[in-house]
């Protein structure tokens, strides 16, 4: 059974930095896309980042340009996203999701994606 699992968020004052992980179980991660998405309180989620299953494609939000990577290390099973330049408007729980597909293929698509994990909470507060 597919399983992914987030972790590394944390509290961070503004302009700091959190990376996150979004680690693979019960399926090789290669065979998937992934997706980062965020649900801040009262919102709608939303695609932050997705990156294809080589790493071949990858798409950034606009407010996530210049201050997050995505990355994917495949041995590991494992995808990540380093944000950096952290504001008080990123604080949401993040969630990363897979999806099967070509290999230059990625989508921050809410709709797109077959299988999430349970969510890490970021907070950016002083």
């Known amino acids: 059974q597919l399983q992914l699992v987030e972790s590394g968020g944390g509290l961070v004052q503004p302009g700091g930095s959190l990376r996150l992980s979004c680690a693979a179980s019960g399926f090789t991660l290669d065979r998937y896309a992934i997706g980062w998405f965020r649900q801040a309180p009262g919102k709608e989620r939303e695609g932050v980042s997705c990156i294809s299953r080589y790493g071949y494609i990858i798409e950034y939000e606009d407010s996530a340009k210049g201050r997050f990577t995505i990355s994917r290390d495949n041995a590991k099973n494992t995808v990540y996203l380093q944000m950096n330049s952290l504001k008080p408007e990123d604080t949401a729980v993040y969630y990363c999701?897979?999806?099967?597909?070509?290999?230059?293929?990625?989508?921050?698509?809410?709709?797109?994606?077959?299988?999430w994990g349970q969510g890490t909470q970021v907070t950016v507060s002083s």
């Open positions: 999701a897979a999806v099967g597909g070509s290999s230059r293929y990625c989508s921050r698509v809410e709709s797109d994606l077959r299988s």
